[in-house]
């Protein structure tokens, strides 16, 4: 979180950062029910923190694997030590996608990515055309089918003019498609995208024409600001809610886990974007 | 039956010009000793595959090596790009980079039916992806019962496959345990195999009947490197070298940084000879 | 999330009249406790699923439970025929027995298929063979890249998976060693789990990280039942029964000495109550 | 072998009987390169017998997921514990299946079988017809694939008129079909049958026309026992070469390995016909 500004001081509570309230805000949406396939970065932080903090039973999964796995540490790669040294069971890659993920033992699939739509369908392929790319990006790895055969899809992105476009260049990860019932007409039985978790607020796709809608604002966050930082005229829903803030607990557990991870690796952060 | 050469004696005989070549090993027991004899013996030409093409492909590629890449997911985990994989693909240096992409759930299912003796794999995938359209190798069959569509990919059958592993027993039986990956299945796939191995031991001990062990008869050659993964790691022996893997984001950026670190660092250096040389048989596909 | 109710609280929440019911263990780990108690609870119309019948099987049929049976192999391994099996499909006694035959090759993809989540499976299979044609489940599809005929079968989704295991931790994940069979694929592939262990203890200890483990949320009951797998065996607990196998030969060959065993040893025996009484909740598809 | 009666005498050899003459026979066709996937009963008896005589090397695979296995005595059934427990390695049946034996990784496949026909197809499903058997058989178990999957097949079944039969009454696993090139025709790769070794001699699938043919005899039959114990008008190669008898050792260690195999189990013997 280093360099980063402390931008927002919830009522009474401690100060903490707009992508501390994304994390914090992002593992409340956890149970302890859910089987949760987990992409590196962001989404590992926060599944880590849900983890640590309210639903202690949760099983995190990670695509290297790693089954029910509770690192001290956040890993810096979707393989490290740390994944498969304290996983109840590791199994091979084949065996993650087949039986595990493709078999429909998940229940919510984690994930981060360059680029997200009015429909949230994801892209992390290319910027620009595919045969001639502005910007080459690591590609699918797990995503696309993590989007159809999770259970539902939980993103966590920063939320920017950027990232947050009107339609992909790439579709790597169907969301909604077009909207409407678009999934049910290509065969998926999943949800699909359910929930975007951004450092502004939270987008749901609306319930008929599956249109990403803000549900929620952090605090301190105004509409206008949410605007300005999305791609296409972004609509709120009609009951808009305001985000509870982080508890001085929340950040406690979140602040320590960085901070040992960052020894860990002898690096600043480890909750960067990475791979799926 | 399984040889044990040099390691440069081993690339020699098993590694050729325009040869498909899979280097596995998710995370974990990611083969870098080998490749970089690869990078040393100057092939080329390559097709390299590789769900997750990491650093050892972003110096294979940048030292000119691969003519083509298959792939799943092309970056520096936790950290960012592999900006020679992207200058290959943007700017075509130091030569044009063909791109054959899958998804992982794809590649993994791509290798286990080369490892079945299958010509395709099917899944339940792609399903609304761009990803379909662009390629050729992913195409659509019925299940004959339900009339489900499903994805379908060619098998991955390697001219090469190499892998690295904690040990070897004398016969060349091979044992990996931690996040085995697809290791396995590029073993199985391959036509030609070299397994690195941190140690040559008298008995592989494997610590229960279900251990992942590859019997000598599937493997040609068996080098003892150790440290033979480092940057990546081997469970047991060492860490990730976490700390290398985000300095390489500022070597690999730019191409003279990269030339310099790699003439220091790799072509400079000469394998291990720790195993006198002996000759490689290669097994009939 | 698992319960841990008795064997009878477990058979009479899992299992139902005219459910699909798939005891697996490969020789190793045979449920032979819950197969009984499945027949001293009467269920009828079964669909009794297994690659090898096995004695569990002979019983359950001899004594009426069943309907139809999916099998690759029904014999007395090492001993000859499974004389109750046999006189259902010669004489259909004491009621006709509908049989889907499979190779043990098609059998485990059909499972690996439906742990997969896939609605078929494909293999390079039954060719030549007069199974084709004998049974509307092998049907064959074209690879859509060589154009080879691939035989495929329908994946297979029991309504109940029943396994043995060794040992259960009190989370209720579950830790099975030595010949797996096709146990994880079972247990995966059913729509409602049974699992008894021969032990539930506080560290489930497993020796690799690659080891077999079911998570708990898996597996809808587990019960311990010690000796559970008896006359099969429990690879630590104790070995296989090869004389009981053997007498099974002259026990099974009449209905009479059949019925007169079964109700001595099966029928006046009681499910043991080693844990007591709990809420089996059912999982959906 | 008990209940059997002594019926040959080599010339200076110890005495034998036919079916230590079929066990040892069938184990000098082995090599130590061959991966071999062992049928239960007289096979698993013959693999094992030249593992512990002349290829030690030999790797021994169960279709229970046991690969290079040294049992130290024969099993009863096809996943006794003694195979896993002296195994290199226990993978699961659906992996055993899939990657290693129609992976192709298999050079012999050796079976038995209740009935094989002239063209060396062979049937362990049904006596009779499929829908009103006469005999209802174990059925296929691994065979079918077997059969087509392995390098080549070598059979061992003591001979005699119901056993050898002109045409099987059901195909369970197919040898070389109606002869000829009807493997080619089907896409099979593999050479199937190329030896089928009996209590009397060998037979090898005629070069052409794939009929089975008698190109070796045991010491002290004779050409009409073997016509006697044909269901079809078997034919006799050119050179007819005569079976070498067993050396002492050879029979020591198999008797020594049957003894040890009726302590270990309780009963006389465990070579009998079994599970493919």
Known sequence: MSGERVVTRGAGTTAYTPTEMMTVTAARALTNDDVCFVGIGAPSAACNLARLTHVPAITLIYESGTIATKPDVLPLSIGDPELCATALATVSVPEMFQYWLQGGRVTVGFLGGAQIDRFGNINSTVIGPYDHPRVRLPGAGGAPEIASACGQIYAIMRQSPRAFVPKVDFITSFGHGDGGDHRRRLGLRTAGITLVITDLGLLRPDPETKELTVTAIHPGVTRDQITQATGWPIRFATDVSATPPPDSHDLDVLRDLLARTARAHGTTSAAGDGST | ?285
Not at chain 2, 36 to 53: A, F, N, S
Not at chain 2, 133 to 142: D, K, L, M, Y
Not at chain 2, 203 to 215: A, E, G, H, K, R
Not at chain 2, 221 to 249: E, I, K, L, M
Request: net charge negative.
């Open chain 2, 1 to 285: 039956m399984t040889a044990f050469p040099s390691l440069a004696d081993a690339v020699a005989a098993l590694v050729r010009d325009g040869d498909s070549v899979a280097m596995e090993g998710f995370t974990h027991l990611i083969p870098f000793a080998a490749g970089h004899e690869v990078i040393r013996q100057g092939r080329r030409d390559l097709t390299l595959i590789r769900m997750t093409p990491d650093l050892i492909y972003d110096q294979l590629i940048g030292m000119g090596c691969a003519r083509k890449l298959i792939f799943s997911w092309g970056g520096n985990p936790g950290v960012g790009s592999l900006h020679r994989l992207r200058d290959a693909v943007e700017h075509a240096w130091p030569a044009p980079l063909e791109l054959e992409e899958h998804s992982h759930a794809a590649m993994a299912s791509a290798y286990a039916a080369g490892a079945s003796g299958l010509p395709c794999a099917l899944l339940r995938g792609y399903i609304g992806s761009d990803l379909v359209g662009q390629h050729p190798h992913i195409r659509f069959v019925e299940c004959p019962f339900t009339g489900e569509r499903l994805a379908a990919v060619p098998a991955l059958r390697p001219d090469v496959g190499i892998i690295h592993a904690q040990r070897a027993d004398r016969a060349g039986n091979v044992l990996i345990e931690g996040i085995i990956g697809v290791q396995k299945e590029v073993i199985l796939a391959a036509r030609r195999t070299l397994v690195t191995v941190e140690e040559i031991v008298e008995d592989l001990q494997p610590p229960s009947p279900n251990t992942v062990v590859l019997p000598h008869w599937t493997i040609n050659a068996v080098v003892a490197v150790p440290h033979g993964a480092h940057p990546s790691y081997a469970q047991g022996y060492y860490g990730r070298d976490n700390a290398f893997y985000t300095a390489w984001d500022a070597i690999s950026r730019d191409r003279d940084t990269f030339r310099a670190w790699m003439r220091e660092h790799v072509l400079a250096a000469r394998a291990d000879d720790t195993v006198s040389g002996a000759a490689v048989e290669v097994k009939q596909p």
